[in-house]
Every structure is written in structure tokens, then in C-alpha cells.
T-cell receptor, first 114, second 112 residues
Framework: EAQVTQNPRYLITVTGKKLTVTCSQN?????MSWYRQDPGLGLRQIYY???????DKGDVPEGYKVSRKEKRNFPLILESPSPNQTSLYFC?????????????FGQGTRLTVV | DAKTTQPTSMDCAEGRAANLPCNHS???????VYWYRQIHSQGPQYIIH???NNETNEMASLIITEDRKSSTLILPHATLRDTAVYYC?????????????FGQGTTLQVKP
């Protein structure tokens, strides 16, 4: 089954404790990205990657890091989480992004930083 | 900013067609119209997309006006499981970031 898998689904952590949210896709997609969703602000892009070893900042990259060492994986790293990073996070993937392609989303990771 | 305007909410009776409108008056010639939906904080799900012609798949139909300034998503026989937030997106990606710009969407409530 074609899918994007995120882990964990739920996470409660404390300020400053480094964490990683994993994302994996099985569709051989070149393009992957991370979004966060907050009430009243919709989904905003954090980082994206057009292929292995190619990453770039989205609209809200501060406080986040990513890596793309393999085509299927695109982990999101919070080196020193803060309460304002409490949010619902989604990973997405698609074939390399001409305008005519659909994106597949993971089921989300609900992160709470206390 | 999103380039689309949608009603905030709509109701539909179960088994009836749900018609969700979207205005995109500033759309340019090579921009596609996409529809996604999000069921209760799950990941957004692709529904359909089109450029000029009407499109139909197993989930829905997309009707785009001739001037392309508006479109309608049609769920032909809505079920309770179609209750979700529906997002109309005009795909504009001049910097090739692949970014999807989600507006506020339409909350569709399907009622028994």
C-alpha cells in the first residue's frame, strides 16, 4: 500500500530536550516536505527536499532541522524544542513537483512541548 | 496567502450531492486547481485536480467554469464519512518549492 508513515503519532516532551520525528514513504517520490498546522493559521511549510541531499527552507524553518540521506526518509529534528513548537506536524511526499501532481500526507504527529 | 475563497461551512444531507464552491478569480493560465480534504486532524487527502476541463474520479467530480475563475467540487452521494474540511488550492509554485498553500477551507457537515 502506498503510504507516508510518521512516528511517533503523539509526543509530549520538555523544553530543550532534542527530539526527532521520522517520516518514511514507499512510493519512490523525489519530493518530500514538512508542514505544521496550528489553529487559525492553517498548514505552513517548514522544510522541503527535492531529492537526496537537497533540502531547503519553507515558510517557518526556525527551530527545525531536516536531513535527506535516503530517498525514502525525511526526518524532522528539533534540537531544542520550545513551547511555541507545540503543534500538529505532517510529512508529505510527491513525485518531483511539476504543477500537475498529487501529494500524499502522513497521519500526523501531535507534539506538545511543556 | 491562499488565492482561493471558499465558504466557511456547509451542510449536506446524507445520500445527497454535496456541491462545494471555490472562487479563484486571479488564477493564471498554467495554474491547476486542486482539492484536498482533512478529516478530523488526519493528514490531508488528495481528492482531484484539473486545469481547464471538468474531471471525474472515483471520489468526486470537478467542474471548472469556462473563464476558470471558479470551480465546484461535487461529491455525488455524500456519506457521514465525508464530513471533513475541504480545501481548494490553486497550485502556484514559481520558486518550485512544491508548497501547497492551504487556506481555511470549507467545513462540510454531512447529516443523517
Amino acid at each position: 500500500e502506498a503510504q507516508v508513515t510518521q512516528n511517533p503519532r503523539y509526543l509530549i516532551t520538555v523544553t530543550g530536550k532534542k527530539l526527532t520525528v521520522t517520516c518514511s514513504q514507499n512510493m519512490n517520490h523525489e519530493y518530500m516536505s514538512w508542514y505544521r498546522q496550528d489553529p487559525g493559521l492553517g498548514l505552513r511549510q517548514i522544510y522541503y527536499s527535492m531529492n537526496v541531499e537537497v533540502t531547503d527552507k519553507g515558510d517557518v524553518p526556525e527551530g527545525y532541522k531536516v536531513s535527506r540521506k535516503e530517498k525514502r526518509n525525511f526526518p524532522l529534528i528539533l534540537e531544542s524544542p520550545s513551547p511555541n513548537q507545540t503543534s500538529l506536524y505532517f510529512c508529505a511526499s510527491s513525485f518531483y513537483s511539476p504543477l500537475n501532481t498529487e501529494a500524499f500526507f502522513g497521519q500526523g504527529t501531535r507534539l506538545t512541548v511543556v | 496567502d491562499a488565492k482561493t475563497t471558499q465558504p466557511t461551512s456547509m451542510d449536506c444531507a446524507e445520500g445527497r450531492a454535496a456541491n462545494l464552491p471555490c472562487n479563484h478569480s486571479t488564477i493564471s493560465g498554467n495554474e491547476y486547481v486542486y482539492w484536498y480534504r482533512q478529516i478530523h486532524s488526519q493528514g490531508p487527502q488528495y481528492i482531484i485536480h484539473g486545469l481547464k476541463n471538468n474531471e471525474t474520479n472515483e471520489m468526486a467530480s470537478l467542474i471548472i467554469t469556462e473563464d476558470r475563475k471558479s470551480s465546484t467540487l461535487i461529491l455525488p452521494h455524500a456519506t457521514l464519512r465525508d464530513t471533513a474540511v475541504y480545501y481548494c488550492i490553486v497550485r502556484d509554485d514559481p520558486s518550485n518549492t512544491g508548497k501547497l498553500i492551504f487556506g481555511q477551507g470549507t467545513t462540510l457537515q454531512v447529516k443523517p
